[in-house]
């Protein structure tokens, strides 16, 4: 897991392209990378901010390579999460070869516990 950014597109709308290196990607919200601050699908509904449950994730389904444009709205009367397939790229041999090589990564006080560093 990492974080990436959303980009603020105005009236509390946040957005980003996702591109999935799998199959599959399972994600979650969080606010100011905080894990006590996160968003997250029950039900049909978006819940948070509040501490992230472990299995409450959204699921994006599809092929290694499809890019999906992601849109999370938080204002005083809205708390919704969209998304929609925009294309497909296919990925790299060197993207493919880095899905299978072992890789360690360390998550610590030092970022807050809010950035998961690769050790390289």
Not at 34 to 46: M, T, W
Request: proline content about 4%.
């Amino acid at each position: 897991w990492c974080t990436q950014a959303m980009d603020p597109a105005g009236n509390g709308l946040y957005t980003l392209e996702i591109r999935l290196l799998s199959s599959r990607g399972e994600f979650y919200i969080l606010r100011n990378r905080d894990s006590l601050q996160a968003f997250f699908p029950r039900q049909g509904s978006v819940l948070g901010p509040d501490l992230w449950e472990p299995g409450s994730t959204w699921l994006l389904e599809g092929r290694a390579g499809d890019i999906f444009h992601l849109e999370f709205q938080r204002s005083a009367e809205q708390l919704s999460l969209r998304w929609s397939y925009l294309r497909h790229e296919a990925l790299s041999q060197q993207e493919q070869d880095d899905l299978l090589r072992t890789c360690y990564c360390v998550l610590g006080s030092w970022t807050g516990w809010r950035d998961i560093q690769p050790m390289v």
